[in-house]
């Protein structure tokens, strides 16, 4: 059987559940600034009221084009495992992990690898409908990028806390695991497999070369 060259989308479900909560609140804000400006049409005079619109209004803007952003942007996170590579994709990063850089994939219970007694209200809230779900962790030889860097770009749990690595929270991890190994099988297979050898050249032709 041939093997696939390339896995399907799997939506991380942490920067998913990041994205809802953003957008959710920011859409609230850019409501609430907006009705500000509202307000203050009714109550201030137009002289004293046009500075204040201006910038009002173009904070609401900012802020709902933000939250329609984040609400478009909670389904487009997704991992990936390809030909060469395991691709990490989010609206403000396309990240590339290198086969050679993997030294192990394997299941692990996430409130084992972030515990909720350790964990802040916050971060319990946020991680809750998480907890008793199986996490993939993708143990690396190095990150990409620095911790610090991707820090930016991705929620700090799918990072993983004890060892070089990275923890992608999908819906269906064993489809994912059987992906990544399939694939990352293939590829170390094609990187092991000896050239093929020159082919010889035919007795008349090395002899007519030699004679010239």
């Known amino acids: 059987m041939k093997t696939r060259r390339i896995g399907r989308r799997h939506v991380l479900l942490i920067y998913q559940r990041l994205?809802?909560?953003?957008?959710?609140?920011?859409?609230?804000?850019?409501?609430?600034?907006?009705?500000?400006?509202?307000?203050?049409?009714?109550?201030?005079?137009?002289?004293v009221q046009a500075p204040y619109d201006t910038v009002l209004i173009g904070a609401a803007l900012l802020v709902l084009l933000f939250a329609v952003l984040a609400f478009l942007g909670r389904g487009m996170a997704?991992?990936?495992?390809r030909s060469d590579h395991i691709r990490v994709a989010t609206p403000f990063l396309r990240l590339k992990i290198s086969y050679r850089r993997v030294r192990i994939v394997h299941p692990a219970d996430f409130h084992q690898l972030f515990p909720p007694d350790k964990a802040s209200?916050?971060?319990?809230?946020?991680?809750?409908?998480?907890?008793?779900?199986t996490a993939l962790v993708v143990e690396l030889n190095s990150l990409p990028m620095s911790p610090a860097a991707l820090r930016l770009f991705l929620p700090a749990q799918m990072l993983d806390p004890k060892v070089t690595g990275m923890v992608f929270l999908v819906k269906d991890w064993m489809k994912l695991s059987t992906e990544i190994d399939s694939l990352m099988a293939a590829w170390r297979q094609a990187q092991n497999r000896p050239s093929a050898p020159s082919r010889p050249a035919a007795p008349g032709l090395l002899g007519t070369l030699k004679k010239r």
């Open 121 to 133: 209200w916050a971060q319990r809230q946020f991680l809750e409908p998480f907890y008793g779900k």
């Open 78 to 81: 997704y991992v990936q495992a």
């Open 19 to 47: 994205m809802d909560r953003l957008w959710a609140a920011t859409l609230l804000l850019g409501g609430l600034l907006a009705a500000v400006a509202w307000w203050n049409g009714l109550l201030l005079s137009a002289a």
